[in-house]
């Protein structure tokens, strides 16, 4: 029988992947107020490597304290976040799965009380946690505070606290980094044209408006060298009429690429709230479009539901690999399931201790 290709292994740079079915990095808000992580995120992110991920994108977390999307938010803007987060890379490794963790920035979408409801809510207002935000201009995402606009220096000092930030990752045992350029964050806010009417280099032009993500990546390349894999998150589109689009992302792929992008985990959305149209797959056709935009590798996400929707993909040629979110939320070992669906060789990819279970049912 054929190996499916969702189990087989994939090369980033110098760093390979035990297969193709990865988990997408998802916020936790479970950090302590200084951005350590805690035990939760030792059990969270064990299960996951001991569940047959081939990588493994550990939450967004911060380059600065005001780039927290909130107050648990896990943060590597310190040199004392380093060791903490190498007990999680330790573990994630040791288990067979590749380590990358997301680096971003909030901008206007920080200071926020997380997605928890009520219980998130109280506890943000019982720790005080409110900040000024900042963005490229003074103007809200729905719903949410005015940000304050980033002045000319302050903007061109991004690029040297994510490159800190990824020598931090680097330290504390990363393999992967993957800069977060979508979902409405700050790197994200500077392409659309939406939330950036800036009138200076960072502002108006296509040019512009990509500039700062172009730096970032070249500065965190040349912090991580050749040995750490560098990926991005983008959003293709805003799905809003006069925003960032998929032609723009087309163009700008090949240009991260020469500036040293490895893959390109692509997504959609974020600069406030349009109507999107949803479906199983329903953003696959991002992961294509930019799949032959440029040589980086690129991802699949969105309402993949089924091992056999997950290998056509791969197999139709739409995308390299493949990230679940909620999905792994559900069952941390569903890669295991979706093996044994396929008919993968589960001998190394199983832990010892699971071996006992009936995978395939």
């Not at 926020?112 to 943000?124: I, K």
């Not at 720790?127 to 903007?155: C, F, H, K």
């Not at 806010?189 to 800036?198: D, E």
């Not at 139709?316 to 008919?343: E, F, T």
Request: proline content about 6%; aromatic content about 6%; hydrophobic content about 45%.
């Amino acid at each position: 029988m054929t190996s499916p290709l969702l189990f087989s292994p994939m090369t980033l740079g110098s760093v390979t992947t035990r297969n193709r079915l990865w988990v997408a990095p998802m916020c936790q808000w479970m950090a302590q107020d200084d951005g350590l992580p805690t035990s939760w995120h030792l059990s969270h992110y064990g299960a996951l490597a001991a569940g047959g991920a081939g990588l493994i994108v550990v939450e967004a977390t911060a380059v600065a304290p005001e780039g927290r999307i909130a107050i648990g938010d896990m943060g590597l803007w310190d040199d004392s976040q380093v060791e903490p987060l190498s007990k999680v890379t330790g573990l994630i490794r040791s288990l067979g799965a590749t380590a990358a963790i997301q680096l971003g920035h909030a901008g206007r979408k920080g200071s926020g009380p997380g997605s928890w409801d009520s219980w998130t809510s109280a506890v943000t207002r019982a720790r005080g946690a409110d900040w000024q935000t900042v963005a490229p201009s003074s103007i809200a995402n729905d719903g949410l505070p005015v940000p304050r606009e980033l002045t000319t220096g302050e903007v061109a000092a991004i690029p040297e606290a994510f490159a800190r930030a990824a020598g931090r990752a680097v330290a504390a045992g990363f393999e992967a980094i993957e800069i977060h350029a979508a979902h409405g964050y700050l790197l994200h806010q500077f392409l659309s044209p939406i939330a950036n009417q800036r009138i200076d280099a960072y502002g108006g032009s296509y040019a512009n408006r990509t500039r700062l993500v172009l730096e970032v990546v070249r500065a965190v390349k040349a912090v991580i060298g050749g040995e750490v894999a560098l990926m991005i998150r983008l959003s293709a589109t805003d799905w809003i009429d006069g925003g960032w689009d998929v032609p723009q992302t087309q163009a700008l792929a090949p240009a991260l690429h020469a500036a040293g992008v490895h893959h390109i985990d692509v997504s959609g959305g974020g600069i406030n709230t349009p109507t999107i149209p949803t479906g199983p797959g329903y953003m696959v056709a991002f992961a294509q479009a930019l799949r032959h935009a440029s040589p980086a590798t690129v991802n699949a996400v969105g309402l993949i539901h089924t091992p056999e929707q997950a290998e056509q993909i791969l197999a139709s040629g739409q995308a390299d690999a493949v990230m679940l979110g909620r999905a792994v939320l559900a069952n941390p070992h569903l890669p295991l399931v979706w093996a044994a669906k396929l008919g993968a060789e589960l001998q190394g990819l199983v832990p010892g201790p699971y071996h006992r279970a009936h995978w395939a049912r």
